[in-house]
């Protein structure tokens, strides 16, 4: 079916609400490489494309940034070097099959050396998932380069010199011997003149996974430095790129974009306005000339109706929406629609659907909880596909939605628009490994440390970081934050633009925005807070981290690393969770959501002997400043729910004596990178009261800041060996949390279930030792 019409008749349509049958381009799950063959010649549309930094739904390039439309074609605008753009609804997958794929070349900027362009055959991971694909730097080349053919290693002189003219790579292959017979010819895209070809025998394990078009395919890319973008080499653009033969999948549902993903809450405002429902779209960033408008409809009376439009974001690539008086006692489908104007006039439309899941209140209502998720192993589909099995209530994500490392290439500081490009396609990734998760269920989505591009964070207000950090190389050991506030809002807004509105929105210091509030759910009170944004910087009492206190004794509580005008949560937060831990209107259990725990439970980093005492990112520190956190919560009986530390576990906390106030459930990382132990019994730290089950490193504890901690369970992990990315994580305590909620019973159930398994089969050891454990909640208060 055509998907293109006139923007006339897309007015029409847009006023009149789409029929369910009238949009051949709508967005569904996502698969895994698939039977699908292709029939028919497929062609880039970038010549029908405005001007724009993003390629399309089609592809995927690396890095974003790099890359823009112009006038028709995808150009590369650094001379950095495995600049790829990825085809993702297409694979090489059957090599008894014939083939052909062509693309217009031309060097938009001159090096000293030429670093050749090519369509990049047989790019897989090892688990040969077209997602997990495209983050590999390499695989069979064939193109130009410095005037020559080249097929892999082989080189042929071209027949000329290439005088700064367009040429077409056409490369076609068939099947021989248990092989592949791979012919490229190089032509003059104008005159037609062939400049030579090149033929060659290749093994089929060579060309089988993603097809890529690569700029610089024989520079290396740099993680850091002044390599990172650019390079003795010159840069190419591409056109006309095409692909045909049933040795090709053909799976349209790979599609990502121009409607990326959505999120959405709905929330109990005990006002005049209801129940609200909050939603978010992302899209890829677009043109000038492309449509800013995104609408929103429901299906309803047996029709789908438009019932609100919003504006994209024009930074940070948002549309939100906010509906008051919804009808939160049955659940709705929806679907939001984006219209994509074409240069010869048309417009395809793109439409993502979903379901506003119906308030679950006189029932149990379940909560999947997820956090840290590091890119050696996207997609995750292991956690990814159980979330959607289980089908919660609502989907928290706790922070870490990404890290520095996602996707190579580097981080962008400066200038703003630079660094809001490079943190967008990082944060891509989350929504293209979760967005089936996110679709049909409310979601919390917190931004951390890593979310604004930073090891570790002293946020310190919203106040900058120091020039002097940068200099002296201590951005992750300084309190401020390293990126401009206008990137910073962004990663704010892209996290937090579906919530509920803020308890207070007035921004904090540079004009940072805030984000901390109550959600009413499923008869649920969720307080929602930001640890980190407040959190004083070590600098103040001369702290070096990774250094101070080391050599002490692991029983020593030493007062000089606290001090009673340090701050964890904030005078902010702090009066708000007070305010919260008193009212009980319309709801029966209360839940807090945050990034982090208020402990310090790590003992040992990056291996089981390394021994560290004092980690002053946990938020057991300033000791002072958790107190506080923990004496405004007290009142609620509410469970602390968070992750980021990269290690399952469950306790409770203690201010005046052992296990007198809330519990915390502090869920598995989805993909645990940097690793930590808990590891007390092994360095002879004091403990009392060892739970009933008898593990080691359990029981009553105090911390290395002297914070009263009651240990019930711990999932510390193994050593990684494996080099496949799902058993590394795995092994490295990776998965995810989920709490049943029962309101009747006023119970918390809390379960943490390991990376790969499957949760359809109900095996005990599908979840770490001392896992599922229910609490009462009157136990989050006092024994």
């Known amino acids: ?19 369910a049958t009238g949009v051949a381009c709508s ?23 405005h001007n724009r930094v993003w390629l399309g739904g089609e592809y995927w390039a690396n890095p974003m940034e790099d890359w823009r439309i112009n006038n028709g074609a995808a150009e590369c605008v650094t001379t950095g070097g495995q600049r790829s753009v990825h085809s993702l609804q297409h694979q090489l997958v059957d090599t008894t099959k014939a083939f052909r794929t062509s693309v217009r070349v031309k060097l938009a900027e001159q090096g000293i050396k030429d670093g050749g362009a090519s369509i990049r055959f047989g790019i897989r991971s090892e688990i040969n998932e077209y997602r997990s694909n495209c983050f590999v730097q390499q695989g069979l080349d064939v193109g130009i380069i410095a005037n020559q053919i080249a097929l892999g290693d082989k080189r042929k002189p071209l027949s000329r010199p290439n ?129 800013k408008q995104v609408i929103l409809q429901t299906f309803q009376n047996g029709d789908w109706q438009v019932i609100s439009k919003a504006e994209l974001d024009t930074d940070a690539w948002v549309a939100s929406f906010r509906i008051v008086n919804w009808d939160e006692k049955q659940a709705t489908p929806y679907r939001v629609v984006y219209g994509e104007g074409q240069v010869d006039g048309t417009t395809k439309l793109d439409v993502y659907e979903g379901m506003i899941r119906a308030n679950p209140s006189g029932r149990k209502m379940r909560m999947a909880a997820l956090t840290c998720q590091n890119d050696y192993a996207f997609p995750y589909e292991p956690v990814a596909n159980n979330v959607v099995k289980m089908d919660p209530d609502l989907v928290l994500f706790s922070g870490d939605q990404l890290y ?93 633009a579906h919530h509920m509105k803020p308890a207070d929105p007035t921004p904090s210091k540079n004009n940072l925005s805030v984000y901390y509030g109550e959600l009413i759910y499923g008869d649920v009170s969720f307080a929602i807070v930001a640890d980190r944004q407040w959190k004083s910087g070590p600098e103040r009492l001369d702290i070096l981290v990774g250094t101070s206190g080391n050599e002490e004794d692991p029983n020593f509580i030493n007062p000089k690393w ?23 209107r319309e709801h029966k259990l209360k839940a807090l959501i945050s990034q982090t725990i208020f402990a310090s439970l790590a003992t040992h980093q990056m291996t089981p002997k390394h021994y560290l005492k004092y980690d002053f990112d946990a938020n057991g520190w300033p000791a002072s400043g958790r107190n506080r956190a923990v004496e405004a919560i007290k009142g609620s009986k509410a469970l602390h729910i968070c992750g980021d530390t990269h290690l399952p576990s ?39 009261h060892r739970p009933e089950h008898g593990m080691a490193n359990t029981g009553e504890y105090l911390d290395s800041f002297g914070n009263k901690n009651y240990i019930y369970a711990i999932g510390n992990p193994e050593v990684s060996r494996s080099k496949n990315r799902y058993v590394m994580a795995h092994e490295k305590s990776s998965g995810f949390g989920f709490v049943t909620f029962d309101k009747e019973e006023k119970t918390y159930t809390m379960e943490a279930y390991k990376f790969m398994v499957d949760i359809t089969d109900g095996k005990s050891s599908n979840q770490f030792d001392g896992w599922p454990l229910t609490i009462k909640q009157s136990e989050n208060q006092s024994v």
């Open 1 to 19: 079916m055509n998907n293109k019409i006139s923007r006339r008749d897309a007015l029409k349509v847009f006023a009149a609400g789409l029929a």
């Open 27 to 49: 967005t569904k799950t996502t698969n895994m490489i698939s039977k699908p063959v292709l029939q028919n010649t497929i062609k880039d549309s970038w010549s029908n494309t």
């Open 163 to 291: 005088v700064n003219e367009e040429l077409e790579i056409i490369i076609s292959g068939a099947p021989q011997a248990q092989l592949v017979a791979l012919d490229v010819e190089i032509k003059s895209a104008t005159s037609g003149e062939s400049l030579g070809r090149m033929a060659s025998l290749v093994g089929t394990e060579e060309l089988l996974g993603n097809l890529a078009v690569v700029s610089n395919f024989e520079i290396p890319s740099f993680e850091s430095g002044p390599q990172q973008s650019r390079s003795d080499g010159g840069r190419y653009q591409f056109k006309n790129w095409q692909i045909e033969g049933e040795a090709f999948s053909h799976n349209v549902e790979q599609k990502f974009g121009p409607i990326l993903w959505t999120m959405y809450t709905l929330n109990n405002s005990r006002s005049a306005e209801g129940f609200v429902m909050n939603l978010s779209v992302l899209t890829g960033p677009l043109g000038k000339k492309d449509s």
């Open 404 to 496: 520095e490392n996602h996707g190579g290439f580097g981080m962008i500081r400066v200038p703003a628009k630079m660094a809001i490009l490079n943190y967008l396609r990082k944060y891509y990734q989350f929504g293209w490994a979760f967005r089936d998760a996110m679709r049909n269920a409310p979601t919390i989505c917190l931004p951390d440390d890593h979310d604004v591009l930073q090891g570790n964070l002293w946020g310190e207000g919203g106040s900058p970081m120091p020039f002097s950090a940068h200099e002296e190389n201590r951005v992750d050991k300084t309190g401020g934050y390293i990126e401009p506030i206008r990137m910073l809002n962004v990663v704010h807004r892209t996290h937090t």
């Open 562 to 584: 606290d001090s009673p005008d340090l701050h964890l949560l904030g005078e902010r937060q702090e009066q708000f969770l007070k305010v919260w831990s008193r009212d009980w």
């Open 650 to 688: 469950v306790s409770q906390y203690g201010l005046e004596k052992h296990r007198d106030s809330n519990w915390a459930f502090c869920t598995p990382a989805i993909a645990v990178g940097w690793q930590r132990w808990w590891r007390p019994d092994d360095v002879g730290l004091k403990y009392t």
